[in-house]
């Protein structure tokens, strides 16, 4: 089965770290770069951060909010994206979901990508 | 950061009725290259993540059923579900991937009246 199950979520105090983790299944896992959004208790939903495929340079891009507290990397040898998470705030407290980013093409040949695979989310609450 | 905008917060719509829904973004997501919007719009069901509905603003992912249609370009867009069943009852999300950071709209409740 397709799937991406995060995992790692849990209470935390401001000031601490944790690491997320989504283990992918079903798909080569290598081929795609990888998305995490968050998604605040009754609130929309937030781009947090990217990491390309091992194909194009694995490149990591990072939101305003998280960039120099927060890491993105993968493991493919594992099927597993990690997001570290750094000096968190009670801000940061959300749902977090991993995506994959699959490409699309028409019949002229143009491409776009887009968020297709959605794991369950793992919750993180940062709180005195 | 482009911002983006739908209306209305929360509609009701009778089953078997249309339902529209609104997204605005604050700068063209018009690609003029290949004349392609980088919009999409999504489905979130309580207590699930959010499920790709469209992309391109109108092409729909496969397995959605055509039911659903998106209309629109530059930067005004329109989430119509015709025939509305009660399994659509969601919170519909659009989002703008023209630029980085990807932003989403503030979502739209869709309920049955």
């Known amino acids: 089965e397709v799937q991406l199950v995060e995992s790692g979520g849990r209470l935390v105090r401001p000031g601490r770290s944790l690491r997320l983790s989504c283990a992918a299944s079903?798909?080569?896992?290598?081929?795609?770069?990888m998305s995490w959004f968050r998604q605040a208790p009754g609130r929309g939903l937030e781009w947090v951060s990217f990491?390309?495929?091992?194909?194009?340079?694995?490149?990591?891009e990072y939101a305003a909010s998280v960039k120099g507290r927060f890491i993105v990397s993968r493991d493919d040898s594992k099927n597993i994206a990690y997001l570290q998470m750094n000096s968190l705030k009670i801000e940061d407290t959300a749902v977090y979901y991993c995506t994959r980013e699959r490409t699309y093409r028409d019949a002229t040949g143009s491409t776009t990508e887009a968020y297709d695979l959605w794991g369950q989310g793992t919750r993180v609450t940062v709180s005195t | 950061d482009i911002v983006v905008t739908q209306s209305p917060d929360s509609l009701a719509v009778s089953l078997g009725e249309t339902a529209t829904i609104h997204c605005k973004t604050s700068?063209?997501?018009?690609?003029?290259?290949?004349?392609?919007?980088?919009l999409g719009w999504f489905q979130q069901k309580p207590g699930q993540p959010p499920k790709l509905l469209l992309y391109w603003a109108s092409t729909r992912e496969s397995g959605v059923p055509d039911r659903f249609s998106g209309s629109g370009s530059g930067t005004d867009f329109t989430l119509t579900i015709s025939n509305l069943q009660a399994e659509d009852v969601a919170v519909y999300f659009c989002q703008q991937y023209y630029s980085t950071p990807d932003t989403f709209g503030q979502g739209t409740k869709l309920e049955i009246k």
């Open positions: 700068q063209s997501v018009l690609y003029t290259s290949n004349n392609k919007n980088y």
């Open positions: 079903g798909f080569t896992f290598g081929d795609y770069a």
């Open positions: 990491i390309r495929a091992k194909e194009f340079g694995g490149t990591t």
